[in-house]
């Protein structure tokens, strides 16, 4: 869990060995990043993920020891945050922060790495590129509830499993389709392969299922950010 008292006596160490400007790399999300901020002091900035959030200006969170800047650049390589600070006198005065959106199909490619990419997806390439069918509506998944892509699996697990209900981690990766778009067995696996691949089958009570959706709830919504231990809904 966050240990503010700890990262308190890292703060002041770095600060006792001459650090000048002291920037917290986190995975916490940007609820638990602005809680911290304001909790611990002496840290310049807090450049997070986690909550996936593309920050057009940082986040300014005053405590004790002036003020904290917290921001997040988004998911996915979608953009670049540049943060520069003016430091004089041993201290920040000041900084500039830019939200720089990346047009990755407008890049041309590292030669060395798309070498290296195609000499490993090379055996596997026929496999990949099978046509399974072409989706009529839009397929994302993208926020903390169930998106096309979500219902179209949990569908899927009905189907086939055979169950009344299913459930299935609403996860925010995976390739978005537009309609019209083949979805090929890699846009499948883009989806199930990755932490959650295994399927079961299960019997559940009425009062389980509810346990469960309210333990999901609480991981997302608790009003204390330490609370907030993840899930997707």
């Known amino acids: 869990g966050i240990q503010d008292e700890h990262m308190q006596k890292m703060v002041d160490e770095a600060r006792g060995k001459g650090a000048q400007v002291v920037v917290v790399l986190s995975h916490n999300g940007m609820d638990v990043d602005i809680k911290m901020a304001s909790r611990v002091s002496g840290i310049d900035a807090i450049l997070g993920g986690h909550t996936h959030d593309g920050m057009p200006a940082p986040f300014i969170v005053k ?13 996915n390589s979608k953009f670049l945050g540049v943060l520069d600070f003016d430091v004089r006198g ?4 000041g900084f500039q922060y830019k939200l720089l959106p990346v047009f990755s199909n407008l890049l041309a490619a590292d030669a060395t790495m798309q070498a290296h990419i195609d000499k490993v997806r090379a055996p596997y390439k026929t496999k990949l590129e099978e046509k399974l069918a072409v989706t009529e509506d839009l397929l994302y998944r993208r926020g903390n509830f169930n998106g096309s ?41 883009d989806q199930m392969a990755l932490t959650y691949p295994a399927t079961t089958l299960n019997s559940f009570t009425g009062a ?19 609370y907030q231990h993840g899930g997707d809904m």
């Open 208 to 226: 389980q299922i509810k346990e469960i959706l309210e333990d999901v709830a609480d991981n997302i919504f608790n009003p204390d950010p330490y």
């Open 149 to 189: 892509w979500d219902q179209v699996i949990c569908d899927a697990l009905m189907q086939n499993k055979g169950a009344d209900i299913a459930f299935s981690p609403g996860v925010r990766w995976g390739t978005s389709l537009l309609p019209g778009d083949t979805i090929t067995y890699e846009r499948m696996m």
């Open 90 to 93: 041993g201290k920040v005065q």
């Open 63 to 75: 405590n004790s020891g002036g003020q904290t800047l917290v921001a997040n650049a988004g998911s």
